[in-house]
């Protein structure tokens, strides 16, 4: 069944009235405990960026920052951003009791790992109704 069925079977003898939610919301909801305003956009929050250490133990290498989504978005708000963890370049200061010339060491290879991407996947199909008609009726 698809939405647009599932309404038309719910909604025969009844009105509906499309009233904008901000004139919904009393001016006395602002303290709280009002179930109002669940519709309202929701944009994605993210932690600050955490930093990870540095892979070298002497001179130049690289590290790992990353972040979480705190809020996912919704109702059409802004979304999260694709990348949620980023390599960065860093330094270690050397020991002075190690030398450059160490041939045990080799010879320097340099190494970036590719980043990690959020992809989002398409939307599902709609599922059927969890409820007939009457009360909490999708």
Known sequence: MSREDCLDTCSKD???TNIPIRDQISTNSAGGGSD?????K???????WKRGPCNATCGEGFRVKSRTILVHPSNGGQRCPRKLR???RCFVHCDSSRHDTNPSWGPSTRYEPEPIECEYS???AWSPCSKTCGDYAV
Do not use: N
């Open 36 to 40: 109002y305003g669940s519709d309202l």
């Open 122 to 124: 398409a939307w599902s």
């Open 42 to 48: 929701q944009d994605c929050k993210t932690s600050h």
């Open 86 to 88: 980023k390599v960065e």
């Open 14 to 16: 009844r009105k509906f």
